[in-house]
């Protein structure tokens, strides 16, 4: 299934292009214990000959190298395994420096399993700043990662952690890091814990793309430390489509100014993701941005927010959580100002309480501080007890969101126009549309939603994104009309006469918008003889043509009716269309009747000497379309009645 955003893309890029900067002098190592050439007493620079171990490579990188290090195809094999008993995943001795990191990564389509013995760590952060890890498994260590040098600039891309006898990754005071793509699982702990270190330091800049921390277990529950991701205090962290599964505790645990954006917390058994301002931090004033996430299937409440945070709760989804779907639990310190606002807007928040507590919000205040909580344009299901200490919420519903598949987490919204299947990784139509369909803010954004989808955005955590549910089309309703009927054959002169070519013009009129601000209009010829040419409005007008005769043939090739098909397409992807008609006439069949040498000729005549010619318009004498009726004109038809060759 695609990601709910695709701008966290654009931020990996840029992460991986800050990364990728090397020195020209830079050496590309190799490490393949299966090689029967391999042996640390080699340079390591060619393949062929490549080091043995681990230790080598980590006592011999400088700034800007890069080590790649085989395993096996195949991912069960013993091959794949470099014993690292008594001893760290990965050696790292010394870091590298900026616009020169220090590259570690698996050899491509290979799996490297570094596996210790439950003890020691799989890479310890100590001296490594400026570093990249990619496509390498650290299995059965202490910690996989640890460390106390505040390490700044690493990217863990594409890893696996698993299966430590406590914290997953704990990462103490890092700045500037990047984990894409990795994969933390079955840790006795946390799986990824961002930790204040021992001198003070919070993590700040992080990012973590893609990644999934799931099965984590201490074997307490939801009493014990073994959450999904643990933010102790950090500072511009940043979570993008990322996934917290089936951990024994919280699946989100956060404080610190910390967004969460198109993310799923599914399953953890205490709460899928909670907020804090904490005693830890002096009870410091905290923000949160979540946006485009799902809490769904916790034991608990599927977002919990203590101590007064703020918070910005924008287009989630919420369902079927053991108590309540968002609770605001009461303040108890007295730091910080008397009242505290947080914002809940577009989610649907349905089936909640299934253990205890049916309710989709819930604002408890004490005596010492006020959260007030403004939630609008929301919807709630199945949640059986009343909202309680909400401000304003006039907009929103309470009525069936029509999911497509909660049971297997397909939270996607029902639509006769069509909607998304995760599964089967296509577009489908449903026997019903869903209501949160165009029922969010108005003033929110919703451009990312594919067309139609009327011009508003969707509730849950597909609106705005390009997995939005389709809305119901209404037909745009149209006319057409030209200003003329029909159409001379052009000339080589005629195109190019500072008028333009022969031609008519078609304007379209939009009876009836069906919602649509703006429009496109295309043309095509449907059928008969007659050849046309389509021309856009010059002044750029969508809903103007100029249609063109076709060039000037020697019979009557191209001559005679041309049908037309309009087609209009408004900004919300609806759709109206009209057909008409219009006639191509050789040049100089000046009443259409196809006589050019009798009644052509005579009516020109006519015409120059100032006589009646019943009413015929002068576009029908201006043969050469130069804006002139005169004695050009009928040198111009006598060439064409003489078989002459016609400028």
């Known amino acids: 299934m695609g990601s709910r955003k695709g701008s966290f893309l654009a931020v990996l890029a840029a992460a991986l292009m800050l990364l990728a900067v090397g020195d020209a002098s830079a050496t590309n190592y190799y490490v393949n214990q299966n090689s029967p050439n391999a042996s640390d007493a080699n340079p390591g620079t060619d393949p062929a000959f490549p080091w043995k171990t681990p230790d080598k490579a980590g006592n011999t990188v400088k700034p800007g190298d890069v080590v790649t290090v085989s395993g096996s195809a195949d991912p069960n094999s013993p091959a794949a395994i470099y014993n690292r008993t008594q001893t760290n995943g990965w050696p790292v001795h010394a870091p590298g420096n900026p616009g020169n990191v220090i590259t570690i990564q698996a050899s491509p389509g290979q799996t490297v399993i570094l596996q210790g013995d439950l003890t020691h760590l799989g890479i310890d952060l100590t001296f490594c700043s400026h570093y990249v890890f990619r496509g390498l498994s650290f299995r059965k260590y202490e910690q996989s990662t640890d460390g106390h040098t505040n390490a700044t600039d690493v990217l863990l891309d594409d890893c696996e952690f698993a299966q430590t006898t406590t914290t997953g990754l704990r990462l103490r005071g890092v700045t500037n890091f990047t984990m894409s793509n990795c994969y933390v699982h079955d840790c006795f702990e946390t799986g990824v814990c961002f930790m204040t270190d021992t001198d003070g330091t919070s993590c700040s800049n992080v990012t973590v793309i893609g990644s999934v921390s799931a099965f984590n277990s201490d074997g307490k529950g939801v009493d014990g430390s073994a959450d999904g991701f643990h933010v102790e205090v950090g500072n511009n962290v940043t979570f993008i489509n990322c996934t917290a599964l089936g951990n024994t505790d919280d699946g989100f645990d956060l404080t610190g100014n910390v967004q969460l954006l198109s993310c799923t917390s599914s399953g953890n058994w205490a709460c899928n993701c909670k907020l804090w301002r904490r005693v830890d931090d002096n009870w410091a004033l905290h923000t949160y941005t979540l946006s485009n996430c799902i809490f769904a299937g916790a034991g608990e409440a599927g977002l919990k927010i203590s ?210 601000a703006a429009f496109t209009t295309s043309l095509t010829q449907t059928g008969g003889s007659g050849a046309v040419t389509v021309v856009a409005d010059p002044g750029g007008n969508p809903l103007v043509k100029l249609i063109e005769g076709g060039l000037r043939s020697n019979d009557v090739a191209g001559v005679g009716s041309a049908q037309l098909h309009v087609a209009v397409t408004g900004n919300l992807g609806n759709a109206g269309a009209a057909d008409l008609a219009i006639t191509v006439r050789r040049l100089g069949d000046i009443n259409g009747n196809g006589d050019l040498a009798g009644a052509g000729r005579n009516l020109l005549n006519l015409r120059l000497d100032q006589l009646s010619v019943g009413g015929l318009p002068d576009r029908a004498f201006d043969l050469n379309h130069d804006g002139y009726v005169d004695t050009a004109d009928r040198v111009l038809l006598n060439k064409i009645l003489n078989g002459q060759t016609v400028p």
């Open 307 to 516: 101590e007064g945070p703020v918070a910005y709760v924008n287009n989630c989804t919420i369902y079927g959580n053991g108590e309540e779907g968002i609770a605001f639990r009461a303040i108890t310190n007295s730091a910080g100002p008397a009242t505290m606002n947080s914002y809940i807007t577009n989610n649907l928040i349905a089936n909640n309480g299934l253990i205890d507590t049916s309710i989709a919000v819930r604002v408890i205040n004490g005596s010492v501080a006020q959260e007030l909580v403004y939630a609008d344009y929301n919807l709630y299901y199945k949640n059986t007890m009343s909202n309680t200490g909400l401000v304003q919420d006039t907009n929103s519903l309470t009525v069936n969101p029509f999911f497509a598949n909660p049971a297997l987490g397909d939270f996607h919204l029902l639509s006769t126009q069509g909607r998304y299947d995760p599964f089967a990784e296509a577009w489908v139509t449903d026997s019903v549309t869903s209501p949160a369909i165009d029922a969010g803010n108005p003033a929110s954004p919703w451009t990312l939603e594919p067309l139609p989808n009327g011009g508003r955005v969707n509730l849950g955590a597909y609106g705005d994104t390009p997995e939005a549910s389709l809305s119901p089309v209404t037909a745009i309703s149209i006319s057409a009309a030209l200003d003329y009927s029909w159409v001379y054959q052009n000339t080589p002169g005629t195109l190019a006469s500072p008028l333009g070519p022969h031609k008519s013009i078609l304007t379209v009129t939009i009876q009836n918008s069906g919602g649509s």
